[in-house]
């Protein structure tokens, strides 16, 4: 099945600053690459995606990049600021029947004042 | 659309015990999602509905848990006889339409510890 992996598992950067965080992905055949992010005592919530068919993605401060020779993409948050303190996780689809996600082990960002 | 609703959100039981899980998707979603989370690990698929027929079972299910969706809108997830190793965060997601790669949208979850 689809093996993602996500690096790195803790990330601190001032406020202001770049935070760029990466996954690798196993499956050739994997199009869609979502990116969410967690608080604390709440669910995952979409914040970009994107399919095989562009290379980058951008929406105001988050973008994401996709190299589908290397089986990797990335999530860049520019301009960090506090409230973007949260716990990302990547995913990619599975090879169930509904290609189902399969996520990365997530990273913890900390935006310091 | 009010959101992907779970309930409760955190459940204490007993090892043994059985416990249920509801998850309300948004109105119109044709798939659903059954999800776990342990801590400082990402989701973990355990099975989704397409309307009111399950698809599709992770090894990770196992003949302990049942989940149903019978009518095609909500869903519960029922754990027989409780083990410790099942305290963990239970999180139920849907999406729209036929497509495969239509996006997730999740619910708060639902927190259960076995002691």
């Known amino acids: 099945g689809e093996n993602v992996e996500q690096h790195p598992s803790t990330l601190s950067v001032q406020e202001g600053d770049s935070a760029v965080i990466k996954c690798t992905y196993s499956?050739?055949?994997?199009?869609?690459f979502p990116w969410y992010k967690q608080e604390l005592g709440k669910g995952p919530q979409l914040i970009i995606d994107?399919?095989?068919?562009?290379g980058e993605k951008k929406d105001q401060r988050i973008a994401v990049t996709l190299n589908k020779t290397a089986k990797h993409f990335s999530l860049h948050i520019t301009e960090t600021q506090p409230e973007d303190s949260a716990v990302y996780f990547c995913?990619?689809?599975?090879?169930?029947?509904?290609?189902?996600?399969?996520f990365g082990s997530g990273t913890q960002l900390t935006v310091l004042p | 659309d009010t959101g992907v609703s779970q309930d409760p959100r955190h459940k204490i039981t007993k090892r043994g015990q059985n416990v249920t899980f509801r998850c309300d998707p948004i109105?119109?979603?044709?798939?659903l999602y059954w999800y776990r989370q342990t801590l400082g690990q990402g989701p973990e698929f355990l099975t989704y509905?397409?309307?009111?027929?399950?698809?599709?079972k992770s090894r990770l299910l196992s003949d302990r848990f049942s989940a149903e969706r019978p009518k095609g809108s909500f869903s519960t997830l029922e754990i027989q006889r409780t083990e410790q190793g099942d305290s963990a965060m239970y999180l139920c997601?849907?999406?729209?339409?036929?497509?495969?790669?239509?996006?997730?949208?999740f619910g708060n979850g639902t927190r259960l510890t076995v002691t």
């Open positions: 995913a990619a689809p599975g090879t169930g029947s509904a290609r189902q996600l399969t």
């Open positions: 994107i399919r095989s068919n562009v």
């Open positions: 499956d050739s055949a994997s199009n869609y």
């Open positions: 997601a849907s999406s729209p339409g036929q497509a495969n790669n239509s996006p997730l949208h």
């Open positions: 109105s119109e979603h044709n798939r």
């Open positions: 509905f397409q309307n009111e027929a399950q698809l599709e």
